[in-house]
């Protein structure tokens, strides 16, 4: 498309042009604006500007420029050319995200869009509910959405007055957002019908394959829920893992879910055990005296940290540094001072570790971390040397 630049601004380092006409398409509703290129027409040559984002404010359609410049100025003759594969990337992912939060809608009632944000690999859908979201309400909406698609529904948009938007059934709208006197409402035919002002394709069937790749709990009631178009190397990869779970576990690909179920109930049952066990170790302390202070010290056979902590803490004993190792797959050691004045916790541990390379940290009264590849007998010399 050729135009005509109208007006030339600089913004927040970057240049914002205005042009007569434009195909490109602003951000909003979580759909990122269009990117491409001007290209300013000079007799016998071309000078190209990368748009990297586009905007709307106020009215006026902002095309920004990835670097300022002064090489454009009202009056030029310019080739709008936006990129084509992006844009109908993003047209495809908008329309895919109405059809899955409606399906997820329809599972999870009271679940409610809070934010979206669309990108032309992999989107993103804040959602709000009061009922806990689970995977399987993800793939119980994952599985309509696709259906909607294949069905090759029609997707039209209206335009209604924002006084009567509330007399459309069943549309999805937040009036405050809108601005605008005039709502346009895109409408999955039969299936959907929200508030918006971002581009969609004219029939589901050309949105494609649609899978969620991720779903997290941000806090309590809020999730994201992140999906992929055309997700074929993904469903591969997935394919590639359930295979490998299968090998190590010889579970049918049926039962894989219920055997990792009962595996990590297992798994905590074990766990449990050997809590009960950590609780029950005992070992010896034994005391030393250098320059009058008392020096104790014992070495637990890799127990459960909560109850190495609480060993040491147990110990109240006056004028007197402790010091517990942890011995185990993670060796763990813990200072505790109760004479800190003279011998803070934490600033010895500092001190040893220049000796022995760990990592930790504490109070003046105790002080714990983590090394790796050293005895117990080296880290109790390198304590003597500290307090001699």
Not at 84 to 109: C, D, S, W, Y
Not at 112 to 141: G, M, N, P, Q, T
Not at 318 to 347: H, K, M, W
Request: proline share 3%.
């Amino acid at each position: 498309m050729r135009t005509t630049v109208t007006h030339v601004h600089q913004e927040k380092g970057l240049t914002a042009v205005e042009v007569g006409q434009s195909i490109f398409h602003p951000r909003g509703g979580g759909q990122p604006g269009d990117s491409g290129h001007l290209t300013k027409i000079i007799p016998g040559s071309h000078q190209h500007f990368r748009v990297v984002d586009t905007r709307s404010e106020a009215g006026r359609l902002l095309h920004f420029l990835d670097t300022p410049t002064l090489d454009l100025v009202e009056g030029d003759a310019v080739e709008v050319v936006r990129d084509e594969g992006r844009h109908q990337k993003l047209t495809r992912m908008h329309t895919g995200e109405h059809i899955l939060f409606g399906a997820l809608k329809r599972v999870v009632k009271d679940a409610v869009v809070d934010k979206v944000e669309l990108d032309e690999h992999e989107s993103s859908i804040f959602v709000k509910a009061a009922d806990d979201l689970s995977i399987d309400h993800l793939i119980a909406a994952e599985r309509l959405a696709n259906q909607i698609v294949r069905e090759n529904r029609s997707v039209i948009s209206h335009h209604v007055d924002k006084g009567s938007v509330h007399e459309v059934d069943g549309v999805r709208i937040r009036p405050e957002r809108i601005k605008e006197d005039t709502v346009r409402i895109l409408e999955v035919k039969d299936f959907d019908k929200s508030a918006c002002c971002g581009t969609h394709v004219s029939r589901t069937h050309e949105i494609g394959p649609l899978l969620v790749t991720k779903f997290n709990a941000v806090k309590k009631g809020y999730y994201e829920v992140r999906f992929k178009l055309d997700p074929v190397d993904d469903l591969f990869l997935f394919a590639d893992i359930s295979r490998r779970v299968r090998a190590l576990t010889n579970f049918d690909y049926g039962d894989i879910t219920y055997g990792i179920k009962n595996l990590l109930a297992e798994r905590e049952t074990q766990k449990e055990k050997i809590r009960e066990l950590s609780a029950n170790v005992h070992v010896n302390i034994t005391e030393e005296t250098i320059d009058g202070l008392t020096f104790a010290y014992a070495v637990f056979p890799g127990i459960n940290k909560r109850d190495f902590i609480e060993k040491i803490n147990a110990v109240n004993k006056p004028d007197t540094v402790l010091c517990f190792i942890n011995a185990g797959e993670r060796p763990q050691i813990a200072i505790r001072s109760t004479n800190s004045q003279n011998y803070g916790a934490a600033e010895l541990l500092k001190q040893l570790f220049q000796k022995i390379h760990g990592q930790g940290g504490g109070s003046p009264q105790l002080a714990q971390g983590s090394y790796e590849g050293r005895k117990p007998e080296e880290i109790l010399t390198a304590m003597r040397e500290l307090l001699q």
